[in-house]
């Protein structure tokens, strides 16, 4: 027996103290692996400057006394809180999210934010009522929108949360996100939440496909699995926690969630058992239910993806419906509704200035510029306040106040200044004032071919900076959706394009290059943008050299969809947005430098800046669109005329909507001719021009002046007409 | 219910512990053995209760008959009821385990359209009708004392729950003389310490390493199924994940089992020793499943004439109980080409032996450790293209798999996570470097140090840890069942 042939001679001193040794050992070891793995759960994840979605954000700082409606999922699409505010001039909000999340959880976050006053409403999915566990669900989004549940919690509450979360999310949680420097932040995306969906609730006007795990179920599958039903321990506890809040004078009521299909709630026998139960538990705790099972049934017309979601059509009829049972029940709570968008938005722009400016910036680098499209202007400048995402072209900011700080270099010249280039929405320019450290450095003009020039402290050497850009004058910023223009729901103010740390005197010698730069071109400095041909002071706003203004309309920002994340994703192939603009009339002759060009022309990837007499572009390829009119003659032509860089001749490739290509040489001598015959007048003309040959430089790097921009060919003019 | 399972771990075995503390200090060695049978009964019936039956009658129906044989063992008689008894308890295992197998293959060669009979397999069914079986052989062999053959001890041996869903297929004349023996304080102690060692490690090797290798191997081998080619890494990656799961993830749960065991104070036999690091393919047997590999040996190979009647007949031999083996595995071709492969491995390591040593290179081959190496290299490698067929869920798939291991053609591409490739180095350095749970076990059996309490400590710190790491790996959100619960 292999029992006895293991015999050491040190058997019989193995005895219950060894053994509690063994034991000892075991646990000790198993708590000090599992306190670690706390440790490094909390310090990933456990700190936060502001709330980690919309929904606590809403219910953390809208003012009560609210209405708030908490639930999963089937009220965050079912029950429209603004439809509520509306008609009831009360304040409601909807922090319903997902019916995978803990429900005591969800009571635990009431306890701490709702006050006296409030009135919460429950429409709680089936599973609250029955499930005792945590779920995947809401276990793997505690490293993410929900943050808040763990950073809210404190103790053995959160070491039980810590010890729940799989090793997997924490560490590839960093690891598959995004890069922070390409995707919208955690703020913007709840700022586009406070645009778009303020009051919390939202809806999709048709349905979208079956959600996964809905097809093959039944309705009552899908709400109550197989099963058997009955009241949970946690569902118990929860309603203890609930008494507690009551206590403290918050209202809670109970409805019954929306369920949607017309197979639903058939097996009434085992339904009705199980919803009697729930109510009867309910009830004893000294709650009620508002409304009838029934009356939360829709027809299968009224779905979305789940048999939990309404479509829009269902959401407002199921929110009218929920409104009269209010009334009926005489639930509301006092004060008025209050502008909730308004106000998150900027408590959001508060929020952005807690964390501290970061100290890791490298220092500012002096004599070149640092363009705010690229991901590399990140190590130079903190975007820390008011702003957009990186996105092509330039940043965004999202008001008229925003906060920037940089690293002066150690080297800082007597008189340096820094030089800020970019264009407003609308153009034109507007009154800027900057402070730094509470005093106002500079109170000038900024926008449409006017930079304007910070001067920098001597004494702040190899110092992180900040500053405060406000536009005074300019009224409040609206979004590209709200001005009927795009998709965009952003609100925009000022689109900063570049900044250059320099000299004083540098400054002029720039504005010397770019008389040079014209020579070439054989044009005069009249024909560019000098509005202030005097040298810049500081209080002034300095003649802008090349303006790039990317787009006055919306050609370069992103679309967002709904409350989700939103990088840049350019609602076509080719990069430019749906079109709003007029068509081009017969023999128009459209200006490219002119400020009216934006009615009739979309300018998508590949521009530089409108400037006076045209536009440049870069250097390989760069798209157009227009409208053209429903009917042309069979001959019509596009001619386009302009300069090459450098002026030599040069060949170009024009694609038209994708499909022809015309190869052509585009010199200064004379227009190029885009033939229109058999074109389709229905939908917008694109054109897309590349240079199979390409060997532009910058005047730069030919010696010109400093300007780094890659130039190409400089469109002057642009003219429908007849061979 | 797994071993697994937190309604495993924090309610059945802590309270099924507690019981048997109490039956221990308040009860008799029958009192003991009854609670366990009880238990054990109870942990296969949360499977599927309805097999319980199944498990019940089989194990009265043999104990009947194993009571009739020992009335006059090695007789006529007693043979025909040992050939009537391995008849019947072939014929369950068949009707559940291989009729639909057959009827398949009967539609499908003859085109009878007979209806599939779509019986569920009945969990450890493969495990009880061999260790059974063994039991009547033996009966009739006469190497059971007909006072030992009780019926509680009967029930306990083919029912302890640590080794009865998957192993390991323990012997009677192992089992028998332990529930008899009264094992003193310091032993039981030291015993109770080993299992908690042992069932920790094998945690870890199942929930760490096993498991996290399983969504790979699942990947790659599903789209070879799929009827995909893959390109060569993919498909090594593939071949290589499954071939460290099921030795993490089998050898774990026999590690598991065995602690368990040694809970109740009941030592199961070894079921691993570091089968890749064997240099050939008998060795590899050797090592691999090593209480199948002695029942197919004691019960199969040595009756149908083992190395007794001729090389020729040796070879058969080898081949036809490694066939069989392949087929104890489940009813699939798949399964009969696996144990066919190995069976053909066996023959070619026997005949280079026979061949090295008619020319004197026998010893070199042997000794020389560039030959061995090379010869480690050879059979690991026969392993895993085995391997692949024993996994692939369709015999095309495996054929796809080894075609895209070998035949460096461009087909599909299937990344390999950082963590899987992270976690595949090391079970590949856990696997060919480091000592295995048999020589951990044998280390804390044997101290080399004085006693004191730093070895308990020691033990118990690498067994806390490892149980801490199992417990988070365990967090993740898809958990693999034992691979071995399938046979």
């Known amino acids: 027996m292999p029992v006895h042939k293991t015999e050491s001679p040190f058997q019989s001193g193995w005895g219950i103290s060894l053994l509690s040794s063994f034991g000892v050992a075991i646990l000790i070891t198993l708590v000090l692996v599992l306190y670690a793995y706390f440790e490094v759960v909390?310090?990933?994840?456990?700190?936060?400057?502001?709330?980690?979605?919309?929904?606590?954000?809403?219910?953390?700082?809208?003012?009560?006394?609210?209405?708030?409606?908490?639930?999963?999922?089937?009220?965050?699409?079912?029950?429209?809180?603004?439809?509520i505010s509306n008609a009831l001039d009360i304040t409601a909000i909807n922090i319903s999210d997902n019916a995978g999340y803990d429900i005591e959880q969800k009571v635990a976050r009431l306890a701490m934010h709702a006050n006296a006053g409030d009135i919460v409403v429950l429409p709680l999915e089936w599973s609250y009522y029955s499930r005792d566990h945590l779920t995947d669900d809401f276990v793997d989004s505690l490293p993410e929108e929900n943050q808040s549940y763990f950073t809210s919690v404190a103790g053995i509450d959160r070491i039980r949360l810590a010890l729940s979360l799989p090793p997997a999310n924490v560490f590839g949680f960093k690891r598959s996100a995004p890069p922070q420097r390409e995707a919208l932040s955690k703020i913007q995306q709840m700022y586009i939440a406070a645009l778009m969906q303020p009051f919390g609730h939202s809806a999709y006007d048709a349905p979208r496909p079956l959600a996964a795990g809905v097809e093959g179920q039944t309705c009552d599958e899908y709400l109550f699995g197989a099963s058997s039903l009955k009241v949970s321990k946690k569902f118990r506890r929860a309603l203890g926690a609930l008494k507690r809040l009551r206590k403290s004078g918050v209202e809670i009521v109970f409805a019954w969630p929306v369920v949607v299909g017309d197979d639903c709630y058939s097996d009434r026998a085992r339904l009705m058992q199980f919803a009697e139960a729930v109510e009867a538990t309910v009830n004893d705790a000294g709650f009620k239910f508002l409304g009838s099972l029934q009356q939360s049934v829709y027809p299968s017309h009224l779905r979305d993806d789940t048999p939990y979601h309404l479509i829009s059509a269902g959401a407002e009829i199921h929110t009218r419906h929920f409104i009269r049972i209010l009334e009926s029940h005489g639930i509301r709570p006092a004060g008025k509704k209050r502008d909730v968008s308004k106000q998150l938005t900027m408590r959001l722009y508060e929020m952005e200035l807690l964390p501290p400016p970061k100290e890791d910036l490298n220092p500012f680098p002096t004599n070149e510029y640092v363009d705010t499209s690229t991901s590399q202007s990140l190590d130079f400048i903190d975007f820390r306040a008011g702003w957009w995402g990186l996105e092509s072209?330039?940043?965004?900011?999202?008001?008229?106040?925003?906060?920037?700080?940089?690293?002066?270099?150690?080297?800082?010249?007597?008189?340096?200044?820094?030089?800020?280039?970019?264009?407003?929405?609308?153009?034109?320019?507007?009154?800027?004032?900057?402070?730094?450290?509470?005093?106002?450095?500079?109170?000038?003009?900024?926008?449409?071919?006017?930079?304007?020039?910070?001067?920098?402290?001597?004494?702040?050497?190899?110092?992180?900076?900040?500053?405060?850009?406000?536009?005074?004058?300019r009224p409040e910023a609206q979004s590209p959706f709200a001005q009927g223009a795009s998709a965009d729901y952003r609100t925009l103010s000022f689109h900063l394009h570049r900044l250059v740390l320099d000299e004083q005197e540098n400054v002029y010698v720039r504005t010397e290059g770019a008389s040079q730069e014209l020579?070439?071109?054989?044009?005069?400095?009249?024909?560019?943008?000098?509005?202030?041909a005097?040298?810049?002071?500081?209080?002034?706003?300095?003649?802008?050299?090349?303006?790039?203004?990317?787009?006055?309309?919306?050609?370069?920002?992103?679309?967002?969809?709904?409350?989700?994340?939103?990088?840049?994703?350019?609602?076509?192939?080719s990069g430019l947005s749906v079109p709003t603009k007029r068509a081009i009339k017969q023999d128009e002759v459209i200006s490219f430098g002119a400020a009216s060009s934006v009615e009739v022309l979309d300018i998508g990837r590949g521009w530089w800046g409108r400037e006076t007499a045209g536009r440049w572009m870069k250097c390989c390829e760069s798209a157009l669109r227009f409208a053209l009119p429903p009917s042309i003659p069979e001959n019509a032509i596009l001619q386009i005329s302009g300069d090459v860089f450098g002026g030599k001749e040069t060949e170009i490739l024009i694609t038209i909507n994708g499909r022809t290509k015309l190869k052509t040489q585009f010199s200064s001598v004379k227009p190029i001719v885009i033939p229109l015959s058999n074109i389709d007048t229905s939908i917008p003309t694109e054109l897309v021009f590349s240079f199979p040959e390409y060997s532009f430089q910058s005047p730069k790097e030919l010696g010109l002046s400093l300007d780094p921009r890659v130039l190409s060919v400089f469109v002057k003019n642009m003219r429908l007409t007849s061979a | 219910m797994l071993f697994t399972d937190p309604i495993f771990l924090f309610k059945f075995l802590p309270l099924v512990l507690l019981g048997f503390c109490v039956t221990s200090l308040a009860g008799t060695r029958a009192h003991r053995l009854a609670f366990l049978v009880a238990v054990s009964l109870v942990f296969y019936s949360w499977f599927k209760a309805e097999y319980l039956i199944l498990l019940v009658g089989s194990l009265i129906f043999n104990?009947?008959?194993?009571?009739?044989?020992?009335?006059?063992?090695?007789?006529?008689?007693?043979?025909?009821?040992?050939?009537?008894?391995?008849?019947?308890?072939?014929?369950?295992?068949?009707?559940?385990?291989?009729?639909?197998?057959?009827?398949?293959?009967?539609?499908?060669?003859?085109?009878?359209?007979?209806?599939?009979?779509?019986?569920?397999?009945?969990?450890?069914?493969?495990?009880?009708?061999?260790?059974?079986?063994?039991?009547?052989c033996d009966s009739h062999a006469g190497k059971i004392e007909r006072?030992?053959?009780?019926?509680?001890?009967?029930?306990?041996?083919?029912?302890?729950?640590?080794?009865?869903?998957?192993?390991?297929?323990?012997?009677?004349?192992?089992?028998?003389?332990?529930?008899?023996?009264?094992?003193?304080?310091?032993?039981?102690?030291?015993?109770?310490?080993?299992?908690?060692?042992?069932?920790?490690?094998?945690?870890?090797?199942?929930?760490?390493?096993?498991?996290?290798?399983?969504?790979?191997?699942?990947?790659?081998?599903?789209?070879?199924?799929?009827?995909?080619?893959?390109?060569?890494?993919?498909?090594?990656?593939?071949?290589?994940?499954?071939?460290f799961q099921i030795y993490f993830d089998f050898s774990g749960y026999s590690d598991m089992a065995i602690g368990l065991g040694l809970l109740f104070g009941i030592r199961l036999p070894w079921n691993f020793n570091s089968p890749y690091k064997s240099t050939n393919i008998s060795e590899f047997w050797r090592r691999w499943h090593m209480t199948l590999s002695r029942w197919l040996r004691d019960y199969l190979y040595i009756p149908l004439g083992g190395n007794r009647k001729g090389t020729a007949r040796q070879y058969a031999n080898n081949f036809t109980t490694m066939v069989l083996g392949g087929l104890w595995h489940g009813a699939h071709w798949n399964f009969v080409i696996w144990g066919a492969l190995h069976g053909v491995f066996l023959i070619i390591n026997q005949l280079f032996r026979f061949l090295a040593g008619r020319v004197g290179l026998l010893d070199f081959a042997e000794r020389a450790s560039g030959f061995r190496l090379f010869a480690w290299a050879v059979t690991l490698l026969a392993t895993i293209i085995a391997w692949v067929f024993f996994r692939a869920g369709t015999t095309h798939g495996a054929f796809n798999m080894v075609y895209s291991m070998f035949m460096m053609a461009e087909g599909i591409s299937i990344d390999v996570p950082s963590t899987t490739?992270?976690?595949?180095?090391?079970?590949?350095?856990?696997?060919?470097?480091?000592?295995?749970?048999?020589?951990?076990?044998?280390?804390?059996?044997?101290?080399?140090?004085?006693?004191?309490?730093?070895?308990?400590?020691?033990?118990?710190?690498?067994?806390?840890?490892?149980?801490?790491?199992?417990y988070l790996a365990a967090l993740r959100v898809t958990q693999s069942p034992f691979l071995y619960f399938n046979f």
Request: aromatic share 10%; hydrophobic share 45%.
């Open chain 2, 63 to 136: 104990f009947v008959l194993a009571t009739k044989i020992l009335k006059a063992p090695q007789s006529k008689k007693s043979k025909l009821l040992l050939v009537f008894g391995i008849a019947a308890n072939l014929s369950l295992l068949g009707v559940y385990k291989y009729l639909g197998f057959f009827v398949l293959n009967l539609n499908e060669i003859f085109e009878v359209g007979l209806p599939d009979p779509a019986l569920l397999l009945p969990l450890a069914i493969s495990f009880f009708t061999f260790q059974q079986i063994s039991y009547l």
């Open chain 1, 519 to 532: 020579a070439v071109h054989g044009l005069s400095t009249s024909e560019f943008v000098v509005e202030d």
């Open chain 2, 147 to 243: 006072k030992d053959h009780t019926c509680l001890e009967y029930t306990i041996f083919v029912t302890f729950f640590p080794q009865l869903i998957a192993g390991p297929i323990v012997h009677h004349s192992e089992m028998m003389p332990q529930f008899k023996t009264a094992i003193p304080m310091p032993q039981r102690s030291k015993m109770f310490a080993e299992g908690l060692l042992l069932f920790s490690a094998g945690l870890f090797k199942k929930l760490v390493i096993a498991d996290a290798l399983a969504p790979h191997a699942d990947l790659v081998f599903a789209a070879a199924d799929d009827g995909q080619i893959l390109d060569f890494w993919t498909a090594w990656s593939g071949a290589l994940a499954y071939t």
């Open chain 1, 393 to 473: 072209f330039g940043r965004w900011m999202r008001s008229n106040e925003a906060v920037f700080s940089i690293r002066l270099p150690a080297d800082i010249g007597k008189g340096s200044v820094l030089s800020l280039e970019g264009a407003f929405l609308e153009g034109g320019a507007y009154r800027t004032q900057v402070f730094s450290e509470g005093v106002k450095v500079v109170d000038g003009t900024l926008g449409d071919s006017q930079n304007l020039l910070i001067p920098m402290p001597q004494t702040k050497q190899d110092s992180v900076v900040e500053f405060v850009l406000r536009f005074p004058d």
């Open chain 1, 42 to 83: 909390s310090s990933k994840i456990g700190h936060l400057h502001h709330p980690s979605s919309y929904k606590w954000l809403l219910l953390e700082e809208v003012d009560g006394p609210r209405l708030i409606i908490e639930s999963g999922s089937n009220s965050h699409h079912g029950l429209d809180a603004e439809l």
């Open chain 1, 534 to 573: 005097n040298i810049p002071t500081l209080s002034k706003s300095s003649p802008l050299k090349n303006s790039s203004t990317c787009g006055q309309s919306t050609l370069c920002v992103a679309s967002p969809r709904n409350n989700e994340e939103s990088a840049v994703s350019p609602s076509t192939v």
């Open chain 2, 421 to 470: 490739l992270a976690v595949l180095c090391g079970a590949a350095l856990v696997s060919f470097l480091l000592p295995n749970t048999k020589q951990i076990s044998a280390a804390f059996n044997t101290m080399k140090f004085k006693i004191s309490l730093l070895h308990p400590v020691v033990f118990g710190c690498f067994s806390g840890a490892a149980a801490g790491f199992a």
